[in-house]
């Protein structure tokens, strides 16, 4: 294993630490317990947002922090969720008091411990709503989750859910936008080789240099099948069936397509799985509305992609618009 750490018990630290310096104006970090928070918060007569699980999926949770996205975040050891206790305070520095909104991927240890967090903070007086994110078409259960998994969806629900809160919308309303992000989100990813936990010293799971995991989890958790090296338009025609034919999405739909690298994807190659996905929503007679490509939710090192595709109407075009000031995403400011 070859990584750029010191030592194996002080990667989430050290890298919040840097965060933390190199973002001062956005955001503040709590190390004991371990959370971040908006630098200018809690916003008073604001709804919190909040969300958290495991490390190793930067920009994923703490880079969503800041104006017109999250309020709090909280990461966990590397693929590992974060107990309840800094939950609990994650949640007391959003409050601003017009409640607050947990964000959860759809992963036990996650929504177990939020759901503890939501318990203990409802006796001192916050109310506290939940979404559970579940936007994998790649399988229905998994050894982490009952239901779909929460991937890179999540992201797109942290944005317009963040951008009602900033518009002054109740916890009722934010949380009814966020609840329809989701249910308007499908996402699918493929690996091409596995991620190494520091902890572990060595890949997650084994794949042939002929082999690729198709439906891959955001931990490295089995997809659907494993399958030949194939060109990367026929993955990206793979991956748009599998998508566009769950919702289903149907010729005039507007939609966001979100092409997302799991950690060690060139650019350029994200680009190249955008272009066929975007030909492909041309062909079905679907309007490529917005965009977004990068590598926003990874899997440590994992050489990959995610597409995911949003329904979009005029409110949550508008929310995408609106301006967000956060260190992985920033614009309108």
Do not use: C
């Amino acid at each position: 294993m070859k990584k750029l750490i010191n030592g194996v018990p002080d990667v989430v630290d050290e890298s919040l630490e840097g965060f933390a310096r190199a973002h001062a104006d956005i955001v503040t970090v709590s190390y004991d317990p371990r959370f971040v928070s908006r630098a200018d918060g809690p916003v008073r007569g604001k709804v919190g947002l909040v969300s958290g699980g495991g490390s190793g999926h930067e920009p994923l949770h703490a880079g969503f922090v800041g104006k017109g996205m999250l309020d709090a975040a909280v990461p966990g050891e590397v693929f590992t969720s974060p107990t309840p206790m800094p939950i609990v305070e994650a949640t007391k520095a959003a409050d601003g008091g017009a409640g607050v909104l947990h964000i959860v991927k759809n992963y036990t240890g996650d929504v177990l411990n939020f759901e503890t967090a939501a318990d203990l903070v409802a006796g001192e007086g916050i109310t506290v709503r939940s979404v559970v994110t579940n936007d994998d078409v790649a399988v229905q259960d998994s050894l982490y989750t009952a239901g779909r998994r929460g991937v890179a969806g999540t992201v797109l629900v942290e944005k317009l859910a963040g951008a009602a809160a900033e518009r002054g919308d109740d916890l009722d309303a934010v949380t009814a936008v966020a609840e329809k992000v989701n249910a308007n989100v499908r996402s699918i990813g493929l690996a091409l080789s596995a991620g190494t936990v520091p902890h572990a010293g060595e890949p997650g799971f084994d794949l042939g240099d002929d082999e690729i995991e198709f439906g891959v989890g955001i931990h490295g958790e089995p997809g659907r099948e494993r399958i030949g090296v194939e060109s990367a338009d026929r993955l990206v025609d793979r991956m748009m069936s599998a998508i566009l034919d769950d919702l289903p999405f149907a010729s005039g739909d507007q939609v966001l397509l979100f092409v997302n690298g799991m950690g060690g994807t060139p650019l350029s190659e994200l680009y190249i799985v955008f272009r066929r996905a975007a030909q492909i929503l041309d062909e079905r007679g679907i309007s490529l509305s917005r965009s977004l490509v990068g590598s926003l939710v990874t899997s440590l090192e994992m050489q990959g992609a995610s597409i995911s595709v949003l329904k979009l109407d005029d409110e949550l075009t508008a929310l995408w618009d609106a301006p967000v000031q956060t260190a992985a995403l920033r614009w309108g400011i």
